[in-house]
């Protein structure tokens, strides 16, 4: 018989590759989705006759202990969050509640009505903040720089926690920056990627940036999530940093993003310090040994390649909808 799958944040980025990935692995998939005056489901707008969309929501205890009774998963993956770290300055009380208390009612439901059931949870780099060893892995002491990072802290804790408490087999994904054409707009990857096809096609003049310097580790999310669906899968539950293990400056993303297209990204690229934060995360770097030798993990795609597809994603997008290149040129591969 078939396994199933529960999954939280199905509508954003991750879920949508996670959901991808489970079903061709046979899965049957449950998707959490909250309720929105207007819907969410871009993302997985191709899945949707194959996934059964269930409306609950993290903030909810009750609409998670009644939908893992309903559906009787055996893996539940913890993805929801307020997820945007700029934002959790702004609204650090809602962070905590969605993006920390969140993880503990949900494993609280499970430890009520699924407690054989496997559980991951979507820890995150943003943990190692001011970083006191790099490269960072699962033995780097936190220190949390936002008040999205402390939130995770809080979530990552609550994860080893039930584990150690209750034998729940559960695990904490310790993933560093993801991204992918489906990123949402807001992150510096995907802003950068959709900034430079709109300049190609005349709709913007300038690409206006926080801090050019911050270094990320930035892999591509098709690839994150073979980790989460494989540490549900190893002997034993544990913890893993997912990361590519190579660090990259934001200038070096926008460099790369521009000459992809022909153009100078300097003649295009500003700063702009709206768009620092009030304590930045100077440099991530993830050594992913752990998941690669028990999980036989690795990332297959390069961070030219992670550049290149996120460009031509968002060119082809603008080119298909009627807009016409006005400068730079059109990388091969690129329809519209
Ligand atoms: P994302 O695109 O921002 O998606 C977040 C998801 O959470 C969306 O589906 C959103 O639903 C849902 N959500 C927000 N509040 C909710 C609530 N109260 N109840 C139920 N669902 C709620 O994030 P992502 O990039 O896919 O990341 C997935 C997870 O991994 C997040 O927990 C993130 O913090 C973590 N993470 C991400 C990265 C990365 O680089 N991407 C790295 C490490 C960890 P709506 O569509 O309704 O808003
Ligand atoms: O910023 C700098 C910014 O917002 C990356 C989330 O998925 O990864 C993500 O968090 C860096 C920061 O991602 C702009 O200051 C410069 O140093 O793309 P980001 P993030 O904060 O690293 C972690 C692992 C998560 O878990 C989070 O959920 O880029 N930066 N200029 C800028 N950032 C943004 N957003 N916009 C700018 O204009």
């Given at each position: 018989?078939?396994?199933?799958?529960?999954?939280?944040?199905?509508?954003?980025?991750?879920?949508?590759?996670?959901?991808?990935?489970?079903?061709?692995?046979?899965?049957?998939?449950?998707?959490?989705?909250?309720?929105?005056?207007?819907?969410?489901?871009e993302?997985?707008e191709h899945?949707?006759?194959?996934?059964?969309?269930?409306?609950?929501?993290?903030?909810?205890?009750?609409?998670?202990?009644?939908?893992?009774?309903?559906?009787?998963?055996?893996?539940?993956?913890?993805?929801?969050?307020?997820?945007?770290?700029?934002?959790?300055?702004?609204?650090?009380?809602?962070?905590?509640?969605?993006?920390?208390?969140?993880?503990?009612?949900?494993?609280?439901?499970?430890?009520?009505?699924?407690?054989?059931?496997?559980?991951?949870?979507?820890?995150?780099?943003?943990?190692?903040?001011?970083?006191?060893?790099?490269?960072?892995?699962?033995?780097?002491?936190?220190?949390?720089?936002?008040?999205?990072?402390?939130?995770?802290?809080?979530?990552?804790?609550?994860?080893?926690?039930?584990?150690?408490?209750?034998?729940?087999?559960?695990?904490?994904?310790?993933?560093?920056?993801?991204?992918s054409p489906r990123?949402?707009?807001?992150?510096?990857?995907r802003?950068?990627s959709n900034?430079v096809a709109r300049i190609v096609c005349g709709l913007?003049?300038?690409?206006?940036?926080?801090?050019?310097?911050?270094?990320?580790?930035?892999?591509?999310?098709g690839?994150?999530?073979?980790?989460?669906?494989?540490?549900?899968?190893?002997?034993?539950?544990?913890?893993?940093?997912?990361?590519?293990?190579?660090?990259?400056?934001?200038?070096?993303?926008?460099?790369?993003a521009f000459d992809r297209v022909g153009l100078?990204?300097?003649?295009?690229?500003?700063?702009?310090?709206?768009?620092?934060?009030?304590?930045?995360?100077?440099?991530?770097?993830?050594?992913?040994?752990?998941?690669?030798?028990?999980?036989?993990?690795?990332?297959?795609l390069?961070?030219p390649e992670l550049v290149g597809m996120m460009v031509d994603a968002d060119l082809d997008a603008l080119l298909r909808a009627g807009h016409h290149a006005v400068r730079g040129r059109i990388p091969a591969g690129v329809q519209g």
């Open positions: 018989m078939s396994k199933t799958a529960f999954i939280t944040g199905i509508t954003g980025q991750d879920g949508s590759y996670l959901a991808e990935h489970l079903l061709e692995q046979g899965y049957r998939v449950v998707g959490m989705v909250r309720r929105a005056s207007t819907p969410s489901l993302r997985i899945l949707r006759d194959r996934l059964d969309l269930v409306e609950g929501d993290l903030l909810d205890t009750s609409s998670l202990v009644r939908l893992l009774g309903e559906h009787e998963p055996d893996e539940v993956y913890n993805l929801a969050a307020q997820s945007f770290v700029k934002t959790s300055f702004h609204e650090p009380l809602n962070t905590g509640q969605v993006t920390g208390l969140g993880a503990a009612r949900l494993l609280e439901a499970l430890r009520l009505v699924r407690p054989g059931a496997r559980f991951y949870q979507a820890s995150s780099s943003e943990m190692f903040g001011k970083v006191r060893e790099t490269p960072q892995r699962e033995t780097t002491p936190f220190h949390p720089r936002s008040p999205y990072g402390v939130a995770k802290v809080y979530a990552h804790w609550m994860t080893v926690n039930y584990r150690e408490a209750y034998g729940i087999f559960a695990c904490s994904g310790i993933l560093f920056n993801h991204e990123r949402g707009l807001e992150f510096v990857t802003k950068i900034t913007e003049d300038r690409l206006l940036l926080g801090n050019l310097e911050a270094r990320r580790d930035w892999g591509f999310a690839d994150y999530v073979r980790a989460m669906h494989a540490m549900l899968q190893a002997e034993e539950p544990d913890d893993y940093v997912v990361a590519t293990g190579e660090t990259h400056a934001v200038r070096e993303f926008c460099e790369l100078d990204w300097q003649e295009f690229t500003g700063v702009d310090e709206r768009y620092y934060r009030p304590a930045e995360v100077d440099l991530l770097l993830g050594d992913p040994t752990r998941a690669r030798e028990r999980l036989g993990w690795k990332p297959r390069s961070f």
